[in-house]
């Protein structure tokens, strides 16, 4: 792929860096563009690890995200390179680079064809992303599924008036990235870097999907064929006899389909999100349902949304590892709607089985054009053992983050 | 699943063993249920309306409402006379003329009769207007005033072509009915009294003929049409099956309870229909015939089950018990299917074709019961034997297995034969014309069709195009500029070859300025002054007799007069060529406020295909896409399940090749039939592919043998259940209402074809790859990649079919000098809002200045982007993209603005790279934390206001008026507005907003304003200040740049990833 894209590129970049000179600031029209930010996170865990592998107290780090944007004056043609680099103190395996995004996408009309690394979201629901299927996770940057990793793709786009049709040729499976062993929530053994691709390893997954609105409806269908995203875990024994047992990651070849569709009505937004997958283990069902609702200026000029979810996974022990198979999540996110932009997110899943929590609390605020200011804490509470939270269940963290951008 | 087979077993076994040891209980319950359901079809009633056949939300049928609230609502009836022999100047005829006007008065609901007899002649006597009827007491006339009338109607532009023929042949009585709609029993009224007239007079002359024509006899039509189908098409129906079951059960009892099912079935659906309230027209009509089609297959595989055990020795009961355990799951699965593709028909713009989804859903369902619990139970009762076995079918599945052969031996070059016959189909599919003369929906056992073909042929056409012409003002229709670009119109349109006769008060106007000239031919023209033309219309009302006022020509405030174009039959491609043109012609031709969009009934026929083939084009592809979610649930394999897209899509195209091939022309019925077969076609396509599957995982069989397997047990079933569905559809080709014949016919291609590609191209692609046991996944994934490009292509052959609609404008009214503050305050709003039309889209950066009240600031740079949309019903689209501050770079805000309803919004996360749909609720909320709200940016359509004039006051250097507007949508944080509106350029400079409270909330001041391309006015900056906190907040713009060639593509929601 970069073989055919390079020198392209680069001779394109050349030009418009001239451009740049004459015109800055035009941002949006068209025109060469950087934007980007530069973090720093400090996060402490609250408790001893589990293991004594594992480091304890805090851990620090720093992450970069410059994002290099062209486009044509004709808005035609768009090229994105977004590359990312964490430095973690603690952490090897949570130092670690991506290319996010690094594509060229060419809109005729009705028609849009993208080559090169992306990343896009699937779905309607906030306490699980179920169909969101086409990049992999970053792991170890958060828990909660909403970084990912580039995926390269062929993606064409064709919207017409009775909805959009998306066609995307996957292009390099990629695994999920896990922390070390000593690392925080992680697993508890050395992860062998192959991962076993049961089924073989293939590297051109397929997908389509149909999305449209109509009236208050938003609707997504897709079908997905391809390597999973998600993994089973198996136990491998050590490099050497007397060297402790290894963990090894196992992707299996599935088949999904699945929907998703949002009601949006006054401020009620209801939510589905369902799929079949067929491949990993037996053909299972899974389905996220639920509501937001919000009271608009609730106080004053802020802005409270109260949510609730229900999760159900039909999918056997045999399948990929998943924290969600029968669950209620509930939260509420306060937006004061200041200058600052100042917001709050509180939110658990509940197991409905053992009554495991995952608790979440964010609380963000803007303090200049250019910082802003996070507060992030997972709590992890009544984790009972044979839940697949227990992993976690002293990983409780709080984090603070510190961005500026640029 | 087996664990899924195991629990449909245990269900279906439970059922047969509850149906056949209580088969008294099962059978009297089934009754009370069809009695229940079924008893509302005394609720039924025939509509008899053209209108049914339009949603209440159909652009063109809005736009004919309203024409008809400004002029009059009304129909006609018109009678088409033809004396054996000579033309109808004869002083008997014209008598009798003169008697069928006075006579048709006393039809119900007649509010106005035209002849040639009543027509008001106006002449000149001295100074005096002398206004009479054309001709009067004929009989007693002589030879020479006959003569003189005569070639006065000959001259007369409003009649000839009209209300008589060129050559005086044939003449017409146009009787127009205004109809309270209170009853479904005034039409036929209202045409039984007009049938009776015309007998009358066919009595009292023999050898003439009168034909009844017009839009009542229309809407007649309509109904009797349905009426003629229900007792012909059912009982020929009903006729055709009891002999096709005999032939195929050769079980009396068999045939008794399968007959007994579809009867329920269409009962209780027919019941459900009149609880629901459902009016009966031809189109709904054809669903019993559908249901009782469908409703035969799952009893006829039942009972097929159970005579094969029976022959094979097994008792009755257990027989029963057996068939059912068999065939439940694929019975149910294919009603499913079948259910979703008529479900799918709620997509269609024409509420007939909804309800005929849902009815016939209904009745599948009712189907699917009846035949899995009644009918066990019923023939428990009954003396049911297994017939003999019989040489036909033998030879027929000799026959087939021989195909198996072939197909599975020589399966490439049946692939690529089969392959080739269905693209070759599918590639002619663009040459099918869409052809909708209503005229012609009727077949000749019809009268309408007879008297309505032969009327255009003799004297006029049936298809009105009605425009309602703007004048700049209201008494503006005087104005000479306005007649004039009038009668320029009329004229064009007179040169047009479609056109049979115009009526334009242009014509009128000129005729009174002759008689005001004492009849001088020379004085034919239009009057040079506006008072002279007021004055002469006002002396022309004033002279004429009731009900024959011009009422329905002019609009009361005499603000737009009314054009009608008759046109001949003629294929609907033509009529779209004219309607584009006479459109074209006003946009060029006249002046920019006489621009008007045709309507009428004709209008809303040339159009309703495509609005119907784009409506069901969203409902066929969600249907095609969950019919393929359930046949792979139900197959429990998703590469089979994707592989079923290519037998279920492909006939429905072939179809339409054919048909294009073959006839060319097709009505409405071409949206509807891809559902209406889509849920049938699939049922083959199930049974083949559950026996294949079957075969593979449970007897382990490779593919040649599992295909062979499927051949030799669901070969015979397939080729009778399809001839039974094509007889009974075929059975629809004899209605006499011409969109069931070729959805009947079209159903029937696409049921034969779907056999045929179940039969040789579903096979040889299940071969497709069969090299050995290995290599199995490889080939599932070529078939899947097969699968898709087939589904593709086949979108992009319906997607060629999506017309693209005509944009609609219409001018501003101008009520300025009005008095009346409310109409005065619209008029000054309208008047701002149109200065700024036109602009098409526009992009433009600005700086926004948040002070808190101690002065502390904070700034925000956004991009705004706007498509202008110039439909009046619809608001303006919009993309809000941010630049600063830079955390939330890059987050956008799509809005499609609505006028009364919430808007649809959706916002782009950009560190997700999310799109979620949020609610429009929160209008009057801070906008971004700034002193605008979300609505002071986007609630600036029109219709978003009831406004009022207060007063006119020095703004600056400026004059404004100030109108108060209150917001009409819901959610606004405002109670009401004061806006300034300066009376040189007409921009708002100011706005004063009330919040719900009524105190004074916030000012709006509008500064800087800046023309682009000498035509839009923008502010370059806008303050807003809240008096309640003391806090502001300015807007500093960039340049604007418009016509920027941004398109609807970059305001939809697929395109906010790419708006940076």
């Known amino acids: 792929m970069n073989l055919v894209l390079g020198p392209r590129l680069g001779l394109r970049l050349g030009a418009v860096a001239a451009f740049a000179v004459v015109a800055p600031g035009a941002a949006l029209a068209q025109g060469f563009d950087v934007a980007g930010f530069l973090a720093g996170e400090a996060r402490a865990f609250l408790e001893e690890p589990a293991s004594t592998s594992q480091f304890n107290g805090v851990q620090a780090s720093l992450a970069f995200q410059p994002e290099f944007r062209f486009r044509t004056s004709d808005r035609r043609h768009q090229f994105r390179v977004t590359p990312f680099v964490r430095v973690d103190s603690r952490d090897s395996e949570r130092t670690h680079f991506d290319l996010r995004e690094a594509f060229w996408r060419v809109t005729t009309g009705d028609v849009e064809v993208l080559v090169g690394m992306n990343t896009v979201f699937w779905g309607v629901a906030e306490s699980r992303h179920l169909v969101d299927v086409i990049n992999q996770i970053d792991f170890v940057e958060d828990v909660d599924g909403e970084d990912k990793l580039g995926q390269g793709m062929i993606q064409v786009g064709w919207q017409r008036d009775w909805g959009r049709l998306d066609g995307f040729v996957l292009l390099g499976f990629r695994q999920m990235t896990l922390p070390g062993a000593d690392g925080r929530l992680g697993l508890p053994l050395k992860v062998v870097d192959e991962a076993y691709y049961p089924d073989g390893r293939r590297d051109v997954d397929f997908a389509l999907r149909y999305s449209h609105y109509i009236g208050d409806f938003d609707l997504g269908v897709h079908v997905f064929r391809g390597t999973n995203r998600e993994a089973s875990f198996r136990v491998v024994p050590g490099e050497r006899p007397d060297r402790m047992p290894r963990t090894q990651a196992v992707y299996r070849e599935i088949s999904q389909v699945g929907v998703d569709v949002q009601w949006t009505q006054n401020a009620w937004l209801w939510k589905f999100e369902g799929l079949v997958r067929e491949g990993d283990g037996r053909t299972f069902g899974a389905a996220v349902a639920g509501v937001e609702y919000t009271l608009f200026q609730a106080f004053g000029s802020a802005d409270l949304g109260l949510l609730t979810e229900f999760l159900v996974d039909g999918r056997d022990d045999s399948a990929a590892v998943t924290l969600f198979d029968r669950d209620i999540f509930v939260g509420t996110r306060l937006a004061l709607n200041d200058v600052w932009d100042t917001q709050a997110l509180a939110g658990a899943v509940v197991d409905l089985r053992d009554g495991s929590i995952a608790a979440r609390l964010e609380v963000e605020r803007r303090i200049s054009n250019r910082l802003k200011l996070e507060v992030d804490g997972r709590f992890f509470v009544n984790v009972a053992s044979t839940n697949n939270l227990a992993l976690f269940r002293q990983d409780s963290f709080l984090n603070l983050r510190v961005a500026y951008g640029f | 699943m087996t664990s899924k087979g195991k629990q449909s077993d245990g269900t279906a076994r439970a059922l047969g063993l509850f149906t056949t040891t209580r088969p008294w209980l099962v059978v009297l319950l089934a009754l009370a249920v069809m009695a229940a359901a079924g008893s509302g079809v005394r609720f039924l009633e025939f509509s008899n309306n053209y209108r049914v056949f339009f949603s209440p939300e159909n652009p063109d049928l809005v736009a004919f409402d309203e024409f008809q609230n400004t002029y009059t609502k009304n129909d006609n009836v018109m009678f088409v006379v033809q004396p054996a022999e000579g033309d109808v100047f004869d002083p008997e005829l014209l008598e009798g003329i003169e008697w069928l006007t006075a006579e048709a008065w006393r039809i119900p609901f007649a509010i106005r009769v035209d002849s040639i007899t009543n027509f008001q002649h106006s002449w000149a006597d001295g100074d005096d207007l002398t206004v009479e009827d054309l001709a009067r007491n004929a009989a007693s006339r002589t030879s020479a005033y006959l003569a003189e009338r005569r070639d006065v109607a000959l001259a007369e532009p409003l009649l000839v072509g009209n209300l008589i023929a060129p050559d005086a042949r044939t003449t017409g009585v146009n009787v127009t009915l205004q109809y309270p709609e209170e009853s479904l029993a005034e039409v036929p009224a209202a045409v039984g009294h007009a049938r009776d007239l015309a007998d009358q007079m066919r009595q009292r002359f023999p050898g003439l003929r009168v034909g009844l024509t017009g839009v009542s006899m229309l809407n007649n039509a309509f109904a009797e049409a349905g009426q003629t189908d229900a007792t012909t098409l059912m009982p020929g129906m009903f006729l055709a099956l009891v002999v096709l079951m005999t032939v195929v059960l050769r079980s009396a009892a068999g045939t008794i309870g399968t007959l007994l099912v579809i009867a329920f079935s269409s009962l209780t659906a027919l019941g459900v229909a009149g609880y629901l309230g459902i009016k009966l027209n031809p189109i709904n009509l054809t669903a019993p015939v559908i249901i009782m089609t469908l409703g035969i297959a799952d009893s006829v595989h039942l009972l097929v089950s159970a005579l094969h055990k029976m022959r094979d020795g097994a008792d009755k009961i257990s027989a029963i018990r057996e068939a059912l355990r068999i065939n439940l799951l694929p019975v149910a699965i294919t009603s499913v299917t079948t259910v979703i593709g008529f479900l799918s028909l709620n997509f269609s713009d024409a ?600 007063r006119e006051e020095a703004c600056g250097d400026l004059v404004c008026d100030v109108v108060e507007r209150t917001p009409r949508y819901e959610h606004s944080g405002y109670s009401r507005q004061e806006s300034w509106v300066d009376q040189r350029d007409f921009q708002v400079r100011r706005v004063d907003f009330y919040d719900r409270r009524g105190d004074l909330l916030k000012t709006l001041e509008l500064v800087d304003y800046r023309q682009y391309d000498g035509s839009f006015w923008r502010p370059q900056r806008m303050e807003m200040r809240n008096h309640q906190t003391g806090k502001s907040t300015d807007l500093v713009y960039g340049d604007y740049e418009f016509d920027a060639g941004l398109g609807d593509r970059d305001f939809e929601r697929g395109a906010l990833e790419r708006a940076r």
Request: hydrophobic share 50%; aromatic share 8%; proline share 4%.
């Open chain 2, 351 to 950: 509420p007939p074709f909804r309800e005929l989804g849902n009815i016939t859903a209904v009745g599948i369902t009712a189907a699917l019961g009846y035949s899995v619990v009644f009918l066990p139970a019923f023939l428990s009762l009954t003396p049911l034997r297994a017939p003999k076995r019989v040489d036909s079918g033998a030879r027929l599945h000799g026959v087939l297995m021989r195909m198996a052969d072939l197909v599975t031996t020589r399966h490439r070059l049946v692939l690529a034969v089969s392959g080739t016959i269905a693209i070759v189909l599918i590639a002619w599919l663009p040459a099918i014309q869409l052809e909708d003369q209503f005229v012609k929906y009727f077949d000749h056992r019809v009268d309408f069709r007879g008297d309505a073909e032969w009327g255009m042929e003799n004297l006029t056409g049936i298809y009105l195009i009605e425009f309602s012409v703007p004048a700049e003002s209201a008494e503006g229709i005087s104005e000479p500029a306005y007649l004039d670009g009038l009668d320029r119109f009329a004229s064009w349109l007179r040169t047009q070859p479609e056109v049979d006769h115009v009526y334009s008060y242009s014509d009128v106007i000129k005729r009174l300025n002759r008689n005001m000239h004492g009849d001088s031919d020379e004085w034919y023209a239009l009057p040079a002054e506006r008072d002279l033309a007021a004055q002469y219309l006002l002396l022309y009302e004033l002279s004429l007799p009731y009900g024959l006022d011009l009422n329905d020509r002019i609009s009361i405030d005499k603000s737009s007069t009314r054009v009608t174009a008759t046109l001949s039959g003629m294929p609907t491609s033509e009529v779209r060529a004219f309607l584009d043109r006479a459109q074209l012609w006003l946009g060029s031709e006249a002046p920019d406020y006489m621009y008007t969009a045709p309507t009428g009934a004709a209008v809303m026929f040339a159009y309703i295909s495509q609005r119907n083939i784009e409506s069901m084009l969203g409902g066929n592809v969600i249907a095609i896409i969950l019919i393929a979610g359930v046949m792979m649930i139900a197959l429990r394999s998703f590469a089979i399940g994707a592989l079923s897209l290519i037998p279920n899509a492909v006939p429905i195209l072939m179809t339409f090749g054919v048909w294009a091939l073959l006839v060319r022309e097709v009505g409405m019925a071409a949206a509807t039939v891809s559902a209406t077969s889509l849920g049938i076609v699939v049922d083959d396509t199930v049974h083949f592919l559950t026996k294949y599957l079957r075969a593979r995982r449970e007897e382990q069989l490779d593919r040649p043998e599992a295909i062979r397997y499927a051949f030799d047990t669901v070969g015979t079933a397939l080729v009778s259940t399809t001839v039974i569905l094509a007889f009974g559809f075929a059975v629809l080709a004899f209605s006499t209402f011409r969109i069931n014949a070729q959805m009947g016919l079209l159903t029937t291609i696409a049921i034969v074809l779907a056999l045929a590609v179940d039969l040789f191209l579903l096979p040889a692609l299940l071969m497709v790859g069969h090299r050995s046991r290995s290599t199995e996944i490889d080939s599932m994934k070529l078939q899947l990649g097969k699968a898709t490009s087939v589904l593709l292509a086949g979108l992009i052959g319906l997607a060629a079919f999506s017309p693209t609609a005509m944009a609609q404008t219409t001018s501003p009214a101008s009520y300025l000098e009005e008095v009346d503050p409310v109409k005065k305050g619209r008029a000054i709003a309208a008047r701002s809002d149109f200065s700024d039309r036109g602009f098409s889209d526009s992009i433009v950066a600005l700086k926004m200045l948040l002070r808190n009240a101690a002065g502390a600031e904070s700034t925000r740079e956004l991009v705004i982007r706007t498509l202008e949309v110039i439909d009046e019903d619809l608001g303006d689209r919009s993309v809000v993209i941010f630049d600063s501050p830079r955390d939330i770079e890059g987050t956008a805000l799509l809005s499609h603005a609505k006028i009364l309803d919430p808007d649809d919004q959706w916002l782009y996360l950009p560190a997700l790279k999310r799109v979620k749909r949020i609610s429009s609720v929160n209008k009057s909320g801070p906008f971004v934390g700034s002193e605008f709200a979300f609505e002071d940016f986007t609630a600036l359509e029109l219709g978003k206001y009831d406004y009022r004039w207060l």
